[in-house]
């Protein structure tokens, strides 16, 4: 299986920072990439999707694709306490599904 | 109302059984999946399917066997469980194999527990 690494974290900001979530992958030809927000006990639910080099900005987040460097990351402005959950890297290769990442915990203390 | 439905939601179980967990989605997607979660959060596919064939089998051991009888359910069936297995297993479908159309519906997991 294609590598998505993540660091695991736990990573620590206070409300109303950006967090910022790296993302690195081993697979050159991967076109496709998507960062996806799990709470504790629940299902992964799909919050960036970004195809192309460069900013792709949503609301508050914020998701930035390097394909050079097979690197994807993911900003939160002005982050909640409700943002504290797992963030999953995933990417799609050749085949047919998505290779997800360990996942970066954050924590978003008041 | 729920698109992507697994059944059951938990499910403990002795060393050496024999288990099913259901999946349906509602949703009228082509491909559907499983995937395995383990205590460190990482998600590792284990099987696609695509209009009720296999497309993808990663390495997972043959104890493991999905079922798709129809487009709208992926079952898995476990034999001879081992203490390995336990974790949360996510099924999951999306409208085509190919495209930019990639968001996942995940079901709501499957924490099977084997003592």
């Known amino acids: 299986q294609k590598e998505v690494e993540q660091n695991s974290g736990p990573l620590s900001v206070p409300e109303g920072a950006i967090a910022s979530l790296n993302c690195t992958y081993s697979?050159?030809?991967?076109?496709?990439f998507f960062w996806y927000r799990q709470y504790s006990g629940k299902s992964p639910e799909l919050i960036m999707s970004?195809?192309?080099?460069g900013d792709k900005e949503d609301g508050r987040f914020t998701a930035q694709l390097n394909k050079a460097s097979q690197y994807v990351s993911l900003l939160i402005r002005d982050s909640q306490p409700s943002d504290s959950a797992t963030y999953l890297c995933?990417?799609?290769?050749?085949?047919?599904?998505?290779?997800f990442g360990k996942g970066t915990s954050l924590l978003v203390t008041p | 109302d729920t698109a992507v439905s697994q059944t059951p939601k938990y499910l403990v179980t002795q060393m050496g059984n024999d288990k099913s967990i259901k999946c349906e989605q509602n949703?009228?997607?082509?491909?559907m999946y499983w995937y395995k979660q383990d205590s460190k959060k990482f998600l590792k596919i284990m099987f696609s399917?695509?209009?009720?064939?296999?497309?993808i089998n990663e390495t997972v051991p043959n104890r493991f066997s999905p079922k798709s009888p129809d487009k709208a359910h992926l079952n898995l069936h476990i034999n001879s469980l081992e203490l390995g297995d336990s974790a949360v297993y996510f099924c999951?479908?999306?409208?085509?194999?190919?495209?930019?159309?990639?968001?996942?519906?995940f079901g709501s997991g499957t924490q099977l527990s084997v003592l």
């Open positions: 999951a479908s999306k409208p085509s194999t190919g495209g930019t159309n990639e968001k996942l519906f």
């Open positions: 970004i195809y192309s080099n």
């Open positions: 949703l009228g997607h082509d491909t």
């Open positions: 399917y695509n209009n009720k064939e296999l497309i």
């Open positions: 697979d050159r030809g991967s076109q496709s």
């Open positions: 995933a990417v799609r290769n050749s085949g047919y599904a998505l290779n």
